[in-house]
């Protein structure tokens, strides 16, 4: 890694790094219109289309022309035409049906009517040509005449005029896609005859003229969405006798079996009577013998389109049902982390209560030395120092002679006065090492190396510790196996909303998944703002490494590989500022996952190793990638599909699994609050928590991921301190 991207920033380095990651926000913004406009594609192709089982029940129509009342069920108002409407020729029957094409019942229909030798018209639903292509083609290879259903089967007077020439131009697309022909046929959802149009439908039939459809009714209803019986059917479809007449029946919208056994019965019946079956188009009569032109072969522009809707829809309908898997995937995952998470911190608990009834190790008293690596922290070192100085704990030399706490602060390099600040408190135990600015890495090596003690306790130059944690980091040392110990790091600034949130997740994260990573041997960090260590350990893994910009993950991750155990404290409490703005903390997020993700490419050797390297490498790893990295990357998902289910399914079942997933991480924050006996009062913004801040953390993860994948560097970004800090609960 270069120079540049170890050591600690300048002001204009930081400004520019802050530019740097915004200029990432596009990258995040691209992904969701793109998702956002998949899933709307796919809603509309999918929308929920029903049968015609209500008509429009007609109003006044005194602004209809009365040659369209008592016309016949052909009206053409298509631009340079009169205002006009056509019948079916004597004793012929154009048979019509509605709503398909039906995987299930348009290809038994379609037997029928080949079966006696009969073309039909159909007008198709241009979300169901979109799920199945190949059934719209068959209808139209067999001879038979294709028409426009719209494409959700909404009711047209209920929707805007441009949303009705979406609804016919994107059906038009359809079935261009399907089969290479343009239609002219246009039939209203929840029509029947023309005597029920009326003046609110005249004025949409006119406006489908001007853009060219022929708008198509009935003379008899076969009534088949009514699912009477077959005799009925039949009855209902039958015309005055040697009149014609454009039948209604459905191939789709429910149950079907009467409509095709009734056409087995129905057109042998109308042909004994001397009825002939044909086309809509072939069968109207114009009065001068001339047949109409409603379909032509598309142009090579128009099919492009088409294809292009039929093949878009089908990748939005393959991109949305492969989310929706991913979708239970993640559900399953996170429940089953979840419980996982608490069998763990269970059998933490359970094991530190069998220690204290045994009476536990005797006390350790090994000397300690602090090492604070300080850039520019004016702002609280003096207080740090003084709450480090204040520890209750004395270790024992060799010889049996006490030693207090040793305080090295390395100043790297600040220009704000930061050692003048510590000098000038003249505490006891206290050094200053003076140093160029060359990162924290190497600072916290200088500090460890200026020191003799053999545990080497790490700490941010922002942190507060509590009198007793320096003592109860010592303690699980007591075991020769332990390498580190990681402190609980609670947040000082919580007052604010902001403060409350990350105080939330700092409680759950310490208190549920630091006791489940020590029992599974695999603690993926020891935070830089409390941590101890066995300086044997350090020295055996060659210090702190300034490989990554997670220098406290990288340096536990070796710790676990040289098989040195690694172990939580609860009791070690320190106190710290966290980011105060949105825009600082996305910056500080930034930094951390990205770190993460490069110490775990850093050490993804460890997979094929033996030994403690090998457990690592083959439990620690994955379970980081697949929950600290994969399942966070597609939580979004969660909250995508909430909006997705309330706009376009079923709303009131979509709140009540996202409740259910919600409470479920609510009980686990109760419980995290409850060991680290938290009050509970600022859960009342979990809820919040779960809606804002948890996309933050979304747009921080796509930001890291991209930035890894583009083998872009990212830049140290240090935050701006204020020394807000309190260790009041």
Not at 507 to 527: H, K, L, N, Q
Request: net charge neutral; glycine share 10%; aromatic share 8%.
């Amino acid at each position: 890694m270069p120079r540049s991207a170890r050591r600690t920033p300048s002001p204009h380095d930081q400004r520019r790094g802050e530019r740097r990651t915004r200029g990432r926000v596009p990258v995040v913004i691209v992904l969701l219109v793109f998702l956002c406009a998949v899933l709307f594609l796919n809603a509309i192709a999918t929308a929920s289309v029903g049968a015609s089982s209500t008509v429009h029940e007609a109003g006044s129509a005194k602004n209809v022309p009365s040659e369209i009342t008592g016309g016949g069920p052909v009206i053409d108002t298509t631009q340079g035409r009169t205002t006009a409407s056509f019948a079916m020729k004597a004793n012929t029957i154009a048979l019509t049906f509605d709503d398909g094409p039906d995987p299930t019942w348009t290809p038994k229909i379609l037997d029928v009517l080949k079966k006696h030798d009969v073309d039909a018209t159909f007008f198709l639903v241009g979300a169901r040509i979109t799920e199945d292509p190949s059934m719209t083609r068959r209808v139209h290879d067999e001879g038979n005449e294709v028409g426009i259903h719209t494409f959700t089967h909404a009711d047209m007077s209920t929707i805007g005029a441009w949303q009705r020439r979406l609804q016919y131009s994107a059906t038009q697309m359809a079935v261009v896609g399907a089969t290479g022909d343009t239609t002219s046929l246009l039939r209203f959802p929840y029509s029947s005859t023309a005597a029920a149009i009326d003046d609110t439908y005249w004025p949409i039939i006119t406006e489908a003229g001007s853009l060219n459809y022929v708008t198509v009714v009935a003379d008899v209803d076969g009534e088949d969405w009514a699912r009477p019986g077959v005799d009925e059917i039949v009855e209902n479809a039958t015309p005055e006798e040697g009149k014609g007449a454009v039948v209604l029946m459905h191939d789709a919208g429910g149950d079907r079996k009467q409509t095709v056994e009734a056409l087995d019965v129905y057109i042998p019946k109308m042909k004994a009577l001397g009825y002939t079956f044909t086309t809509l188009s072939e069968g109207i009569d114009f009065g001068d013998g001339s047949t109409a032109t409603v379909h032509r072969s598309a142009t090579t522009s128009e099919l492009l389109r088409g294809k292009a809707v039929l093949y878009g829809i089908w990748l939005a309908h393959e991109f949305v049902l492969w989310c929706a898997y991913l979708l239970i995937v993640v559900g399953v995952l996170t429940i089953a982390r979840l419980l996982l998470m608490l069998l763990l911190t269970w059998r933490h608990l359970a094991r530190q209560r069998r220690q204290r009834r045994r009476g536990g190790s005797p006390p350790v008293t090994l000397p300690v030395s602090v090492v604070v690596p300080a850039y520019n922290e004016s702002a609280g070192i003096e207080a740090a120092v003084r709450s480090l100085v204040a520890s209750e704990y004395v270790g024992r030399t060799a010889d049996g002679a006490p030693a207090p706490v040793e305080v090295v602060v390395v100043d790297d390099g600040s220009t704000d006065g930061t050692a003048n600040l510590v000098e000038a408190l003249g505490l006891p135990g206290v050094r200053i090492i003076r140093v160029e600015n060359g990162g924290k890495a190497r600072a916290l090596n200088i500090g460890a190396a200026a020191t003799t003690h053999p545990i080497v306790v790490m700490v941010d130059g922002d942190t507060l510790f509590e009198p007793s944690s320096i003592g109860a980091l010592a303690q699980p040392f007591a075991d020769a196996g332990v390498g580190a110990v990681a402190g609980n790091v609670k947040v000082g600034n919580r007052r604010s909303l902001l403060g409350r949130w990350q105080h939330m997740e700092y409680v759950t994260g310490f208190a549920v998944d630091r006791r489940a990573y020590e029992i599974m041997r695999c603690m993926p960090t020891v935070p830089g703002a409390i941590g101890a260590f066995r300086r044997e350990a350090l020295e055996q893994v060659g210090g702190v490494s300034d490989d990554t910009l997670a220098e406290d993950t990288d340096l536990t991750m070796a710790l676990s590989r040289a098989g040195w155990r690694v172990v939580y404290q609860d009791q070690a409490r320190a106190w710290t500022e966290t980011p105060a703005t949105m825009s600082q903390l996305a910056t500080q997020r930034y930094r951390w996952t990205y770190g993460t993700m490069q110490a775990m490419w850093k050490h993804r050797g460890a997979f094929f190793d033996r030994g403690p390297s090998g457990r690592f490498g083959r439990v620690g790893l994955p379970f980081l990638a697949l929950f600290g990295v994969v399942l966070p990357l597609l939580a979004p998902l969660i909250d995508v599909f909430l909006i997705y289910g309330l706009l376009f399914y079923d709303a009131a079942l979509t709140v009540l699994g996202w409740l259910g997933m919600l409470a479920v991480q609510l009980v686990i924050a109760v419980i995290a609050f409850r060991l680290d006996k938290e009050p509970l009062r600022p859960l009342w913004a979990f809820p919040l928590q779960q809606i804002v801040y948890r996309q933050l953390m979304y747009v921080v993860l796509i930001q890291s991921v991209a930035t890894a994948l583009t083998g872009a560097r990212l830049r140290w970004q240090k935050l701006r301190r204020t020394g807000d800090i309190s260790t009041a609960r």
